[in-house]
């Protein structure tokens, strides 16, 4: 049974201290997103990636977020350093696009994170 | 930019009767999807019905239903036979067709309350 893992399920930090999210997207799935909830905003995009190259972090403040890839298996999205207002859940999600048609994106249980 | 309008904050239903979700959307596209997605207390999101719009028919998945209206920009959520297990957030999701610009757009959700 396939499906997007993410690692933690729930952090509580302080503010200031570096903060890394993990996401392991289905084996074989070539985009990866990185969303993020909270109540005032909702649902909202983070960054993505297609085999491995960010292709869109327009909605990642730049200046303490950051996304990586370093491999097939493994998104990473790092937070330094962490302020009150990043508290959220953030989700993963993953899917295989191909030139046309429809392509389901797959997503996370998510990463509750709790900046004190 | 794509923007997606879900105008009923909380909506409450009684067991096993029907219920409509509305959602409204801003796009300059003409070929696009429409999703809904079902977010229970675990936080999952669950992919509940989609919709193409170079389709004129109605998707359909057992209890759940959508009202397409592609000229007036609006794509609604029927849930007949309401059920304890529907009780959640719901959200309205759009995306572009094709792979280039793959992320989706939310609404902001509908709390959905079944009563017993």
């Known amino acids: 049974d396939a499906r997007v893992t993410q690692t933690p399920r729930h952090k509580v930090t302080e503010m200031g201290q570096e903060v890394t999210m993990r996401c392991q997207p289905i084996?074989?799935?070539?985009?990866v997103f990185w969303y993020r909830q909270t109540m005032m905003q909702g649902l909202e995009l983070l960054a993505y990636f297609r085999n491995r190259a960010p292709l869109d972090d327009s909605g990642m403040p730049k200046d303490r977020f950051s996304a990586e890839m370093p491999d097939a298996t493994l998104a990473t999205l790092k937070i330094q350093p962490s302020e009150p207002r990043d508290s959220a859940v953030y989700f993963c999600a993953s899917g295989l696009v191909r030139t046309s048609g429809y392509n389901e994106q797959f997503f996370g249980p998510g990463t509750r994170l709790t900046v004190l | 930019a794509q923007t997606v309008t879900q105008s009923q904050p909380e909506m409450s239903v009684q067991e096993a009767e029907t219920v409509t979700l509305s959602c409204t959307y801003d796009t300059s596209e003409s070929d696009y999807y429409l999703f809904w997605y079902k977010q229970p207390p675990s936080r999952q999101m669950i992919l509940v019905i989609r919709?193409?719009?170079?389709?004129?028919q109605n998707a359909t998945e057992n209890r759940f239903s959508v009202n397409f209206q592609k000229a007036a920009k609006s794509f609604s959520l029927k849930i007949s036979d309401s059920q304890l297990g529907d009780a959640a957030m719901y959200f309205c999701a759009y995306k572009n067709y094709g792979g280039s610009q793959g992320n989706l757009i939310f609404g902001k959700g509908t709390k959905l309350s079944v009563k017993p």
């Open positions: 084996l074989g799935h070539n985009t």
């Open positions: 919709q193409e719009a170079y389709k004129q």
